[in-house]
């Protein structure tokens, strides 16, 4: 549901690597602050994997009330699945898949640089999930963007990450995307089931999983796997003590893909202390799981750091 008082605008922009990146921008409507106070500046989502924007848009209403909220589907994800016609691609040579956008780690970061630059943001707060950490980090320390500040969920940076599956679908990335479809819809209902905790259901489960059932969506969930490397992390991983920006850790106090202890270790590799909340009883879908902890939680991290008159900022001591 819309909020009345939010304005939603769609986009697709082609980029230089001839990608097509869908987007999304909510943002006040003219007038709707009856305060008149100035936006209080921007906000960059960055989704997971095998996730998309759409995850994030319940959060993005209540955020774009006070700010201009942005959200992209990284190529080969979501609405920014390039479209293919016909039967499934086939195991050998297939020229469609050859043709797909690249979908690595390195490619994405250059991508949501670029986009950051068309966009002529200017320092957002960064809100980043799963391996849309690894991207914003990638961004921030290898590509010289300047973040306001980074909100980092349950993201895929540090080793170990990468399933005995992944493994696997790395290794036969073309042989699985030639699965029936009755197969693939199957493998993907389960995989996505396992990131949750108890409180993900069937019928979320299922709208999860709907980009990836389609013809263009079986070859894409598949080449996306098989393009997600540990060592493209490992540079950025070296560089954590030189983030430039606050930054917050959430975690999934249950998370089943990657466990809490990893959100501790990230912490003490990053400058300052960053501070860290767990949510009891989420996996690591918290957007889904425990949506209102969390908007409180990034709502309560962002005002904290606003700048007060004078020049001073609020507190940055969060729950």
Request: hydrophobic share 40%.
């Amino acid at each position: 549901m819309n909020d009345a008082k939010v304005r939603t605008i769609t986009d697709r922009i082609t980029l230089s690597d001839g990608a097509e990146v869908a987007t999304t921008t909510l943002e006040p409507l003219p007038g709707a602050r009856a305060d008149n106070e100035r936006r209080l500046g921007e906000v960059l989502i960055c989704h997971g994997t095998p996730w998309s924007s759409r995850m994030w848009l319940p959060l993005a209403r209540k955020l774009a009330q006070h700010h201009r909220v942005r959200l992209w589907d990284m190529p080969g994800y979501g609405d920014s699945i390039p479209e293919i016609t016909g039967t499934p691609p086939q195991p050998i040579h297939d020229p469609l898949a050859e043709a797909a956008p690249a979908v690595d780690l390195i490619t994405q970061r250059r991508r949501l640089a670029e986009l950051i630059d068309y966009w002529e943001i200017s320092k957002p707060h960064v809100i980043a999930h799963d391996i849309g950490g690894a991207v914003a980090l990638g961004t921030h320390l290898l590509e010289g963007c300047d973040f306001a500040s980074m909100y980092l969920l349950d993201i895929v940076t540090l080793d170990l990450w990468g399933s005995p599956f992944f493994r696997l679908v790395a290794e036969n990335a073309e042989v699985f995307a030639a699965l029936p479809p009755q197969l693939h819809r199957a493998l993907v209902h389960e995989y996505i089931a396992g990131a949750g905790g108890h409180s993900l259901n069937d019928a979320q489960v299922c709208e999860l999983s709907a980009p990836w059932i389609t013809p263009s969506g079986q070859s894409a969930f598949y080449a996306q796997i098989a393009a997600l490397l540990p060592e493209h992390t490992a540079p950025i991983v070296d560089r954590l003590g030189e983030v430039r920006c606050p930054v917050r850790i959430g975690w999934g106090e249950d998370d089943p893909w990657i466990p809490v202890e990893q959100s501790c270790r990230l912490a003490r590799l990053l400058p300052e202390d960053p501070g860290l909340t767990c949510f009891p009883g989420a996996g690591h879908l918290v957007p889904i799981e425990a949506p209102d902890d969390l908007t409180t939680d990034i709502e309560l991290w962002i005002n904290s750091l606003l700048p007060l008159e004078g020049g001073s900022t609020r507190s940055q001591t969060v729950r």
